[in-house]
């Protein structure tokens, strides 16, 4: 015999199966508005050009042990390069290791290209010396997983691209960098497109608050990572502030808002206060900006 509802019960079973949905919908629809609209995450990329004396690399350590969700790219800079010796002195080979032990933590060492005017044998003698630290001491976790090419151009030439393209494929080559093997070109502005496809990432900003505002780079660079037809997008960017205004860092509010703009635009920022020797020190908003970086 066929079950036949009355009125009330269709009422009433009708409400329920409303109810239940909505309460499916509603908190769903509000799950992906939020997703939608939050702050993207980044990693934090760090210029670490900081001599390592007993201490000194304190603060970073601290941040990355506390935030293990928190990726760190972290630019190991010796003597504007590895140096001459196979290995770099005591101090480094005491606490780069300590950095390698956090798996939060990608180290890339610092190479200059002088807007690819160096000699090309240089770089790629600095990007071999770098891959041979594992097995030049008997030090565990000494070592680089990549190479921050420094002063690469933002302007297009056949000369420029083939340097660049030879010393990216001498640091793919090389022994000693690991499966994460990360290579970093910094122009520091928005290069040709062109020189997009060649490294990781790219700093496509590294300069003044200032220059920043003045110049708008936070649109332009939205705007990069729209373009048709380039590879690159949002997560290949790196954006390095430096000189934020004292009236600016003195504001949670303000240092909000830029790390947020920040983030929402590149894949790895890094912000100080520092208005010289930008990298050879932790600036007063350092932990503010960690925190904020999250």
Known sequence: MKFQYTSRQKIIYST???????????????MLGLRRYSTPKSAIIVPLYIYPAPGAWDPLLEAISINPS?????????????GAAAVP??????????????????TVGYVPTAYTKRDLTLVKHDIRTYSEWRSNSTVPGLGVQ???????PSQYDDTSAYFLLEAQKEARQVLGFTSRCLLINNPGTIPDTRFLDGPNMTV?????????????FSHKIEMLGRLQGIKASRQDFGCIMHSLPKDVAGSEA??????????????AVFLTDLGENYYSTFGTCWKQFVELAK
């Open 16 to 30: 329920i199966f409303v109810t239940l949905l909505l309460g499916i919908i509603i908190p769903l629809a509000v």
């Open 70 to 82: 928190l990726n760190f790219i972290v630019v190991v800079n010796p003597h504007s390069g590895p």
């Open 89 to 106: 002195d005591a101090n480094y080979t005491r606490e780069i290791p300590r950095l390698n032990s956090h798996t939060n933590v990608q």
């Open 146 to 152: 990549g190479i921050f090419f420094d002063e690469t």
């Open 204 to 216: 496509v900003f590294e300069g003044t608050y200032d220059t920043y505002q003045m110049h708008g």
């Open 254 to 267: 303000s240092v909000k808002k830029v790390v947020r703009e920040l983030r929402n635009i590149a894949g």
